[in-house]
T-cell receptor, first 111, second 116 residues
Framework: RKEVEQDPGPFNVPEGATVAFNCTYSNSASQSFFWYRQDCRKEPKLLMSVYSSGNEDGRFTAQLNRASQYISLLIRDSKLSDSATYLCVVSPTGTASKLTFGTGTRLQVTL | DAGVTQSPTHLIKTRGQHVTLRCSPISGHKSVSWYQQVLGQGPQFIFQYYEKEERGRGNFPDRFSARQFPNYSSELNVNALLLGDSALYLC???????????????FGPGTRLLVL
């Protein structure tokens, strides 16, 4: 079983749609959680950290369910520029020293 | 401000050769981590260095080694290259405040290695 599992997609959605990505992780000792965004042939960039209380950044909302070992990302009012691969990331320690990535979920937003 | 820089950007090698990849962290960052990203997969952790010491190692063979220099830059070395080593090699830097939760790692643009 992979440490971090994601649906690879692709998710094809029209502009303005709401889309949700889910991720599960196997290591119950994981303490830090993130969503990274990766554009084609580019490096991953931090989209947002994920907290137990949930957090929102503009059109993006992330949720963490420690009991179910489940992380989600919700994107509202999708833009063409949101097209990318979204990587679910966990860190088994209290720091971000070792990031464990999922395979990523590809999102394509269309006109 | 300059972000994480890596060199070279692209590299072509043949099986059995050796390669050295270089990384300069963001100014003030003392920790460097290396990741390997094979096409269609997420990045996989190879090493973390802090203050010139190895602080973490992923599940990679001994052909992979790294070091960190006094200026906090780092090198990743891979010996006896295999076709399967073809990947994007990413370097990430962080402050590494010793246990701070949620510390952010910033990635460089990567080095694309193709082994023929």
């Amino acid at each position: 079983r992979k440490e971090v599992e994601q649906d690879p997609g692709p998710f094809n959605v029209p502009e303005g749609a709401t889309v949700a990505f889910n991720c599960t992780y196997s290591n119950s000792a994981s303490q830090s959680f993130f969503w990274y965004r990766q554009d084609c042939r580019k490096e991953p960039k931090l989209l947002m950290s994920v907290y137990s209380s949930g957090n929102e950044d503009g059109r993006f909302t992330a949720q963490l369910n420690r009991a179910s070992q489940y992380i989600s990302l919700l994107i509202r009012d999708s833009k063409l520029s949101d097209s990318a691969t979204y990587l679910c990331v966990v860190s088994p320690t209290g720091t971000a020293s070792k990031l464990t990535f999922g395979t990523g979920t590809r999102l394509q937003v269309t006109l | 401000d300059a972000g994480v820089t890596q060199s070279p950007t692209h590299l072509i090698k043949t099986r059995g050769q050796h390669v050295t990849l270089r990384c300069s962290p963001i100014s003030g960052h003392k920790s460097v981590s290396w990741y390997q990203q094979v096409l269609g997969q997420g990045p996989q952790f190879i090493f973390q260095y802090y203050e010139k010491e190895e602080r973490g190692r992923g599940n990679f063979p001994d052909r992979f080694s790294a070091r960190q220099f006094p200026n906090y830059s780092s090198e990743l070395n891979v010996n006896a290259l295999l076709l399967g080593d073809s990947a994007l090699y990413l370097c990430a830097s962080s402050l590494f405040l010793g246990g701070k939760l949620g510390e952010t790692q910033y990635f460089g643009p990567g080095t694309r290695l193709l082994v023929l």
